[in-house]
């Protein structure tokens, strides 16, 4: 990240005592914005000393947005007026990263929407027409945002114990979907769009392996790296539909986008951090999970979740915020533990 300081009225030993300063806050600025490439951003960081004290304004810049963020008031010393800008600006980061999730979400879920609504008469064509093949071979390539949705609940479906690794990949759960869909088209519910009548199939595809003997694992103890639970293959996708492109790993962002970790846990890879997040999600209520997915990673409304659930949409909104609260805890002792 770029970065310059700029000085008003400070003697040098003043400013040196800044750039030390500033280079123990630095690091928390910077894991907040591992998510923006490290060229594109530019950070100022102001410092003005009067006989009223010190004030700090970091100006940061993004290809988003401009970030501004400055001391409230005048601080009898730069450490103070300095801490109170960078809490602000973490603060505005927070803030603006989860905007750009939510709109990322809605894109994509206009898309899906307006993809299917563009299918919708030609597969309603096919049905009174009797034509199947016709109906699968449309219906597939709109499937391609419902994908991750898929791979999702298969991870929590095989560390449940309902499916075993490798049994069902993503295409076996879209086809079975799929198939679902041209048998009851005619009795689908018509308030419902028809990309999330297709997600509560797959919903029921799932949950209709409940009774099947697989002893679950425990999750209690260290993940191991080769856990089969935690991969799914994709299936005919690779091959038929290679524009999809790959399939969207899980991280704290998506399920926690305006919380701030501790260092900890940028210990972890990717793939650790992953597995860490489908294990305590796997904990809860499965309409607990299931409302926190759809919220936050595809963009339904807690009314349209509500209707899929048969529930009320206070019911909703109440365990939308409880597994927010169970993931901070849990991370909270995760890297307690880690720091221990």
């Known amino acids: 990240m770029v970065q310059h300081l700029i000085f008003h009225n400070c003697p040098d030993t003043v400013k040196e005592g800044i750039r030390d300063y500033w280079s123990r806050k630095q690091p928390r600025i910077a894991r907040l914005l591992q998510t923006f490439p490290e060229e594109q951003r530019h950070l100022r960081l102001m410092v003005d000393r009067n006989p009223d004290g010190y004030q700090a304004r970091a100006v940061l810049m993004l290809p988003t947005q401009v970030l501004v963020a400055q001391s409230k008031t005048r601080q ?37 929407q307006t993809d299917f609504a563009n299918a919708l008469e030609w597969l309603k064509q096919d049905i009174r027409q009797q034509r199947r093949e016709f109906f699968f071979d449309l219906l597939r390539p709109v499937l391609r945002n419902l994908r991750n949705h898929a791979r999702r609940e298969l991870v929590f479906a095989q560390l449940e114990g309902k499916v075993s690794p490798d049994e069902m990949t993503v295409s076996d759960l879209l086809d079975e979907a799929i198939l679902r869909a041209w048998e009851r088209f005619e009795q689908r519910p018509p308030q419902q769009p028809l990309d999330q009548w297709i997600g509560g199939l797959m919903h029921e595809i799932i949950d209709e392996r409940e009774t099947k003997a697989i002893p679950a694992i425990s999750l209690e103890t260290e993940i191991p790296e080769d856990d089969p639970r935690f991969r799914v293959e994709s299936g005919w996708i690779l091959d038929n539909e290679p524009f999809w492109g790959d399939l969207e790993s899980l991280t704290l962002e998506d399920i926690l986008p305006q919380h701030e970790v501790e260092e900890p846990w940028d210990a972890y890879s990717l793939d650790e951090k992953e597995r860490w997040l489908f294990a305590q999600l796997s904990k809860l209520p499965k309409l607990q999970r299931r409302a926190l997915m759809l919220y936050l990673l595809e963009g339904w409304e807690v009314e349209e979740i509500a209707m899929l659930q048969q529930r009320s949409v206070a019911e909703v909104q109440a365990d939308i915020e409880a597994a927010q609260t169970f993931l901070k805890d849990q991370l909270w002792q995760q890297i307690y533990q880690r720091q221990n």
């Open 76 to 112: 009898d010393v730069y450490q103070a007026a300095i801490d109170e800008a960078v809490d602000i600006l973490a603060k505005e980061i927070r803030r603006h990263k989860d905007k750009l999730r939510r709109d990322r979400t809605h894109r994509k879920k206009q898309q899906q």
